[in-house]
C-alpha cells in the first residue's frame, strides 16, 4: 500500500496557520512599534572627567564637582584649616620641595599668589614631608564654575617633562 503525504502536509499547513494566528491575537494587533532597543548616550557633567590623584599629588580642594559657599573660599587667618583652592602634596623625590609645583586656576598661574601650610614634620630632621598649598583672593572666588590645576616638574631642568598634572573643576555658590 502506498502511503498518501497529501493529508499530512495539510494538516501541517492548518497547524502552522493556527500557530501565527495564535502569536497574533498575543500580541494584541497593536500598530505600535516595538520599543526601541537603543541605548541612551550619557550626557557629559558641566565638570568632566575626575582627576587622578596619587603621586605628588594627594588631594584637592574643593574636591572635583563639588559646589561650595562663596565664604569658605575667602582667606581665614588664624582658622585651623586653609580655605580657598587647596592642593595637598608630598614631597617624595622632589629635593626642591615648593619649587616643584605649579597652580593654576581659570587658566591663570596663581603659584605666586598661593599660600603655603607645611604639613607632616619628620621628628629627627623637622623637615616637612608635604603642604597644603592655597590660592584664595581677600574676597574670596568668584561665583560660577571654575577650573583649577597643579603641576610637578623638575625646577633644575628648564625643559624637563612635566611628571604629574591634575586639573578639576568646581562651582562656586553665594
Known sequence: MKWNSTPVIALVA?????????????????????????????????????????????????AHAQT???????????????????????????????????????????????TVFPINPDAETGEYGGAVICYAPDEGLETGIHSAAVSVSDPTVPNAVVRQVVGWKFEVVP
Open 68 to 114: 561650595v559657599g562663596q565664604a569658605a573660599t575667602r582667606p581665614r587667618p588664624g582658622a585651623p584649616a586653609p580655605s580657598g583652592v587647596c592642593v595637598t602634596v608630598n614631597f617624595v623625590d622632589t629635593p626642591e620641595n615648593l619649587r616643584w609645583f605649579h597652580m593654576a586656576y581659570d587658566e591663570q598661574l596663581v603659584t605666586h599668589l598661593t
Open 14 to 62: 492548518v497547524l502552522v496557520f493556527a500557530a501565527a494566528a495564535g502569536l497574533l491575537m498575543l500580541a494584541g494587533g497593536d500598530d505600535e512599534p516595538p520599543p526601541s532597543s537603543a541605548v541612551e548616550t550619557p550626557t557629559p557633567s558641566k565638570f568632566g572627567d575626575p582627576p587622578r590623584l596619587g603621586d605628588n599629588i594627594e588631594d584637592v580642594a574643593p
